[in-house]
T-cell receptor, first 115, second 113 residues
């Protein structure tokens, strides 16, 4: 079955602009999480959505936001871009259940460069 | 902050077993040990997880000490394609949020011919 799909794969923006990234989870997966990866900070959790509701949020400013649609697809938005927002943004999907554990399946990421 | 400690880097000869250690001395009774790896320029890939017992799947084996304060990921016959950064993560299992893993720096494994 198809994996997690992220679009666009690469993009270049300038400071002050805003960007929207898209993530289509694996069919049947209802949970979508977003991570930011930079050389200095490594992989950092941004937020997680399940059934269109944000369940968890990492320690990022309000410029970072997201949403999930009824078909489980998710978007994240970064407004007023700063140079430090240049990063690989990774989306991961998983099944969720009332018990047990479920692994995350990551997409290839969207590489954002802010000039 | 990550609750695990891993060596920064390790080398392994192709065809030999790669043993990657992880220290998680503050692990709680309801926390699982997860391993993921990230091959250059790709998203992380799930490898294996466990709670108390040793686990094995088609990719690797996970050995957890009896006191659960440390574990070892074993790749039985490492290949060049196993060169990657390996992350050891502890988190609460069960229901609720599944997505907020806390990644540390990981171990960069280099498999050499």
């Amino acid at each position: 079955k198809a994996g997690v799909t992220q679009t666009p794969r690469y993009l270049i923006k300038t400071r002050g602009q805003q960007v929207t990234l898209s993530c289509s989870p694996i069919s049947g997966h209802r949970s979508v999480s977003w991570y930011q990866q930079t050389p200095g900070q490594g992989l950092q959790f941004l937020f997680e959505y399940f059934s269109e509701t944000q369940r968890n949020k990492g320690n990022f400013p309000g410029r970072f936001s997201g949403r999930q649609f009824s078909n489980s697809r998710s978007e994240m938005n970064v407004s007023t871009l700063e140079l430090g927002d240049s990063a690989l943004y990774l989306c991961a999907s998983s099944l969720t259940s009332s018990g047990g554990t479920r692994e995350l399946f990551f997409g290839e990421g969207s590489r954002l460069t802010v000039l | 902050d990550a609750k695990t400690t891993q060596p920064t880097s390790m080398d392994c000869a192709e065809g030999r077993a790669a043993n990657l250690p992880c220290n998680h001395s503050t692990i709680s009774g309801n926390e699982y040990v997860y391993w993921y790896r990230q091959i250059h320029s790709q998203g992380p890939q799930y490898i294996i997880h466990g709670l108390k017992n040793n686990e094995t799947n088609e990719m690797a084996s996970l050995i957890i000490t009896e006191d659960r304060k440390s574990s070892t990921l074993i790749l039985p016959h490492a290949t060049l394609r196993d060169t990657a950064v390996y992350y050891c993560i502890v988190r609460v299992g069960g229901g609720g949020s599944q997505g907020n893993l806390i990644f540390g720096k990981g171990t960069k494994l280099s498999v050499k011919p």
